[in-house]
């Protein structure tokens, strides 16, 4: 193993960097390459089966605000930090440094810019975040979860590779479930709140859901992802409504319930987004307001322009307007099948296998005489 390639994964320590990082892990040692981490202490509880021979942390600050002094620490921060990763990747001597995104990930992809290593960035959103432009004009290549790629000039489009996001095992083992027609049964809806934890997630959809006429009611078996706090609260709501309802704060086959679902309620972040296209769900879609990129909007467009998803702001997602949406689809089955081809129609199983091999070939490209 020792002659196999050598490739530093850099990601920021949130589910989000760190999923189709570990995702791409796997896809690189099954083609017979030996993979490193750097990433941050929120990594902690992420990251325990990240199959990596090396884990690094290096110093990192998110500059934000409108504070001259502020923005030169961070900066002070991250020169640090890039000033150690290069110690380290002397001694290390990876093949490639790959980025996902997250101020942590600066320091080491900077520091291979500065190296002459082969790097490269993985950009989940439609939109790219403001670390991973910070790097793109300086990485020799970019790969991207989404066809569309905003936020950027030419020249960085020009470098750009659409490969998909890569997703968890358990997403693409759900992706082999067929849609499946409700028929006589009873129509499945998820609800999820993704990483925001929104209390908006808890409130409407049980207050709309109950607000069906029973007869709708009677047709619906819901999966609820909730707050800790708004778990006891959505119970109540569904259970006075005589609606069959499963609530929990956390849900570890949520993959499987959503293949088993007919509809998906929840926000639009790039890993929601990517796992409804490859398991192919229908999906109504919250983008999380106030986001300084609108990376959530951006997403969620690019599934609904495919037809597999209805988008609506926060600021008009109420139980009236929840409820009404909800009644024009339990009464149309049709538009959830049509949806979920929809869906499924730009969806990228294999996208952690796709961006393996753009890897492979960056590292081959340089060492190639």
Known sequence: MKDAPLILLAAGGTGGHLFPAEALAHALRA???????????????????????????????????RSPLGMAKAGATLLAGALAARAALAKLKPDAVIGFGGYPCVPPVLAATWSKIPSALHEQNAVMGRANRFLAARVDA?????????????????????VGNPVRPAVIEA??????????????????????????????????????PAALRARLAVTQQARPEDVA??????????????????????????????????????????????????????????????????????????GGAEVVPQSRFDAAWLRDALARRIED????????????????????SRLAGFVLALVERKTRP
């Open 31 to 65: 083609c017979g390459a030996r993979t490193a981490l750097a990433t941050d202490g929120r990594a902690a509880g992420f990251g325990e089966g990240f199959p990596a021979e090396a884990r690094f942390a290096f110093k990192a600050a998110t500059p934000s605000g």
């Open 142 to 162: 970019i790969a991207t979860g989404f066809p569309e790629l905003g936020g950027v000039g030419a020249d960085v489009r020009a470098k750009a590779t659409h």
């Open 175 to 212: 992706a082999k479930v067929a849609y499946v027609a409700p028929g006589e049964g009873p129509i499945r809806i998820v609800v999820t709140g993704g990483s925001q934890g929104a209390r908006v997630m808890s409130d409407v959809p049980p207050a709309a859901i109950a607000a069906l």
């Open 233 to 306: 609260r959505a119970q109540a709501t569904y259970a006075a409504a005589g609606v069959a309802a499963e609530v929990a704060s956390f849900f570890k086959d949520l993959p499987a319930r959503i293949a088993a679902s007919h509809l998906v309620i929840g926000r639009s972040g790039a890993s929601t987004v990517s796992e409804l296209a490859a398991i192919g769900r229908a999906s109504i879609l919250v983008p999380l307001p106030g986001a300084l990129d609108q990376d959530q909007a951006a997403n969620a467009a690019i599934l609904a322009k495919a």
């Open 333 to 352: 089955p049709d538009s959830l099948a049509r949806a979920a081809a929809a869906a499924r129609a730009i969806g990228a199983p294999d996208a952690a």
